[in-house]
């Protein structure tokens, strides 16, 4: 008696094109029947939005043979819940992995994260969902030493599924030697931000966002502290926000109104 | 001896001409000195999305008198990043405000929500942090039943502090009669999506994103509970976003890589 293989979901926020998509899709093949629903241009940054004030074009594309692609004008957020709804309609994918994305997605940025929160909506419709990000933000990045982390995550998850309400969010150092695998928390850190302000032809100034990344957390059992230790850092994830700890002191305040 | 009066940032997501934010200014303003930072069009549904592939725009403006302003031309969360870095200057406001929003972020509304990701964004920035939203999505909503709980919060935020690294998360029935405030937990929800396909002039679809909100959540402690049965919902929400519980779980799983 021969199982059906599991129907895999792969988004990603960097765009269908992206090379950390094609990585991870290739992985996949491996392990079961892939459909690919990406954004028709990069979106990183994205979050969670979903577009709500304007219409979104959703196409079937055919940029690589044997897979099933459809590009969307949207987020990823609106990649996932078109593949539920045009494309598995309603019988929901076994798996959704998100990325390979082209930089890193650990501590906070986690909320900024197109890939991220692409894997939070697979989530919300209980699709057990990964997010998978590299420490390297340029389009050359070579993926190949964490396709067999991929696949063995990818893989436990099909086999053991995961408790509801949550997804894994794996981060990769970049380069070969990888010393294994650190189940994390999510480290406690912000972005520094500067703008670099400009001027037009016009004479208005216009601002660019950068930032440096700090971490205030000098915990051993973080996702900052895995990367820099050349471990994949995965670190389980959930959707409930409730600092469910401030609910007792904030019954304790009173409210005159 | 006189003491300063707090310094608050106001945002929003609906924009910097919304009735909702004309509201929280002007309650804000009995009680401290306001700075509105707020987008110069909608930004509904853009959850924690920030500007990085293009610049930003930032300019004073005067819109109404006596209070300082500006206009931004990215999302929510870059107008807390613009407010921090440009307006106080690493200076941090006493609180920072969101909303009051033209429509309800209970539940997994956080996610997508630019109002909430904007309080969140403060929280990430250690300002005492509260998004505020209505139950009514016309432009024409009535924000004034909401103002005493409003000043209440702000208040009671602005004296006590907020725990670190949580913010609150206050939802408001539409109309009078709201029988005072309950502290809430997320309710467990998602929204059941449609996508409106049509046909453009050249006979290319199109597809609009609508759906249903569905709570599978039978507590009576959630803010899906509190509104229906008309309390104002706080909910101290966190952002970290680890499932901690699921840490033993994976750390029992044996990865062969």
Same mark, same amino acid.
């Given at each position: 008696?021969?199982?059906?293989?599991? %129907?895999?979901?792969?988004?990603?926020?960097?765009? &269908?094109?992206?090379?950390?998509?094609?990585?991870?899709?290739?992985?996949?093949?491996?392990?079961?029947?892939?459909?690919?629903?990406? *954004? @028709?241009?990069?979106? =990183? +940054?994205?979050?969670?939005?979903?577009?709500?004030?304007?219409?979104?074009?959703?196409?079937?594309?055919?940029?690589? *043979?044997?897979?099933?692609?459809?590009?969307?004008?949207?987020?990823?957020? @609106?990649?996932?819940?078109?593949?539920?709804?045009?494309? !598995?309609?309603?019988?929901?994918?076994?798996?959704?992995? =998100? +990325?390979?994305?082209?930089?890193?997605?650990?501590?906070?940025?986690?909320?900024?994260?197109?890939?991220?929160?692409?894997?939070?909506? +697979?989530?919300?419709?209980?699709? *057990?969902?990964?997010?998978?990000?590299?420490?390297?933000?340029?389009?050359?990045?070579?993926?190949?030493?964490? &396709?067999?982390?991929?696949?063995? &995550?990818?893989?436990?998850?099909?086999?053991?599924?995961?408790? %509801?309400?949550?997804?894994?969010?794996?981060?990769?150092?970049?380069?070969?030697?990888?010393?294994?695998?650190?189940?994390?928390?999510?480290?406690?850190?912000?972005?520094?931000?500067?703008?670099?302000?400009? /001027?037009?032809?016009?004479?208005?100034?216009?601002?660019?966002?950068?930032?440096?990344?700090?971490?205030?957390?000098?915990?051993? @059992?973080?996702?900052?502290?895995?990367?820099?230790?050349?471990?994949? =850092?995965?670190?389980?994830?959930? !959707?409930? /926000?409730?600092?469910?700890? %401030?609910? *007792?002191?904030?019954?304790?305040?009173?409210?005159?109104?």
């Amino acid at each position: 008696m021969t199982k059906s293989k599991p %129907a895999i979901l792969v988004v990603n926020d960097d765009g &269908i094109t992206a090379p950390g998509i094609k990585y991870l899709m290739d992985a996949m093949k491996d392990i079961g029947r892939v459909v690919v629903v990406a *954004p @028709d241009s990069p979106q =990183s +940054g994205m979050g969670h939005a979903i577009t709500v004030g304007k219409p979104l074009r959703f196409d079937k594309v055919d940029i690589y *043979p044997d897979i099933e692609m459809y590009s969307c004008s949207g987020t990823p957020v @609106d990649c996932v819940k078109l593949a539920v709804n045009k494309v !598995f309609k309603g019988k929901k994918p076994d798996l959704c992995v =998100s +990325g390979i994305n082209h930089g890193l997605n650990n501590s906070i940025n986690i909320l900024y994260s197109g890939t991220m929160s692409a894997a939070v909506e +697979g989530a919300i419709e209980s699709i *057990p969902s990964i997010g998978f990000s590299l420490d390297d933000y340029t389009l050359q990045a070579d993926f190949s030493h964490c &396709i067999r982390f991929v696949k063995e &995550i990818a893989g436990q998850v099909l086999q053991n599924g995961l408790p %509801a309400g949550t997804l894994l969010n794996v981060n990769f150092p970049a380069g070969p030697h990888i010393k294994g695998i650190k189940i994390s928390r999510q480290a406690n850190a912000k972005w520094a931000e500067e703008f670099d302000e400009r /001027m037009d032809p016009y004479k208005r100034p216009y601002y660019w966002l950068t930032g440096v990344f700090q971490s205030n957390d000098g915990g051993e @059992d973080t996702d900052v502290w895995a990367l820099e230790h050349r471990y994949a =850092s995965v670190v389980p994830v959930q !959707f409930d /926000m409730t600092a469910h700890h %401030a609910i *007792p002191l904030l019954n304790s305040w009173t409210f005159n109104v």
